[in-house]
């Protein structure tokens, strides 16, 4: 026993347990993380890098998409599908720009050039004609200023070209239909009146009218419902208000038809769409 004294002399001592006995500190195996072992030379030997115990905290290398065995699957098909295209890195965007010609007849061809982001495959490509050959027209759905092609309207995108198509897809299913329509500007002077969307905001509402006869309804409030629940990030719920008018919950009625319709209009383009139609609607 220690007389009480001691105790008191030891309380606040942080090296002595309450019990007297010293507190000392653990030890540390080093066996694990062997110092740097000299050389013959007398050198310091560097530890190999991979034992290092704190691999650093610099930023992770992101491996692009021009790296992962998709983008090569993706480049083969198109170069042996488009051997006349040229495919090249640009490196100050990040992106890779395909640049050749395109044919639409035997012996008629157009130049184009499609510009992928570093954003490819989730941002669709730029698509570009050649201003000598194809005057930057509204009526030829060419944007005036940016030169771009209008492919086709946002909320239809994914269902010419789903997540997951190639490039090559893209050229099947969206730029060569746009160059027929070049050709056919060319020779009749205005846009095959069976593959025109409206310019514009009327454009949008006429592809969303057909999206809402599996609603069997495409009346205009039906149309800004529709947008909004698309334009929503998280999945409707069950007991919602199904957006087809009758009053019915979603899982009683069209659940199917939105589930779809979810999968192929990206929420950002039905936010953007509902933006430009119904700007009071959109916050
Ligand atoms: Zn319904």
């Not at 560097?46 to 998709?70: C, F, I, M």
């Not at 157009?110 to 000598?132: A, H, T």
Request: charged residues 25%; glycine residues 8%.
């Amino acid at each position: 026993m220690k007389c009480r004294n001691w105790i008191a002399q030891t309380a606040g001592d942080p090296r002595r347990y309450a019990c007297g006995k010293t507190y000392s500190k653990p030890t540390i195996s080093t066996q694990k993380f062997p110092a740097a072992k000299r050389t013959s030379a007398g050198n310091l030997k560097k530890r190999s890098p991979q034992l290092r115990r704190h691999p650093g905290h610099g930023a992770v290398k992101v491996r692009s998409y021009w790296e992962t065995d998709n983008w090569k699957t993706e480049a083969a098909e198109l170069a042996e599908r488009f051997p006349q295209l040229t495919i090249r890195p640009d490196r100050d965007r990040g992106g890779i720009t395909i640049t050749g010609r395109l044919p639409v007849t035997n012996d008629v061809e157009y130049s184009v050039s499609i510009e992928l982001s570093p954003g490819y495959p989730r941002v669709v490509p730029v698509m570009r004609c050649d201003p000598q050959e194809v005057e930057p027209l509204r009526d030829r759905h060419i944007n005036e200023q940016s030169g771009e092609a209008c492919l086709c309207v946002r909320s239809e995108l994914r269902l010419h070209w789903p997540l997951g198509s190639s490039i090559a897809q893209f050229i099947d299913r969206l730029v060569t239909p746009f160059l027929d329509g070049q050709f056919y500007y060319d020779t009749q002077g205005h846009w095959p009146a069976e593959r025109q969307r409206l310019h514009g905001v009327p454009g949008i509402i006429e592809a969303y009218r057909d999206f809402c006869t599996q609603l069997g309804n495409d009346s205009l409030e039906t149309i800004e419902q529709l947008m909004r629940l698309l334009a929503r990030k998280n999945n409707p719920k069950g007991h919602e208000l199904c957006p087809c008018g009758s009053g019915g919950r979603l899982r009683n009625c069209h659940a199917d038809a939105i589930k779809q319709l979810r999968h192929v209009i990206e929420p950002e383009h039905a936010m953007l769409d509902l933006r430009d139609c119904f700007p009071g609607s959109a916050r």
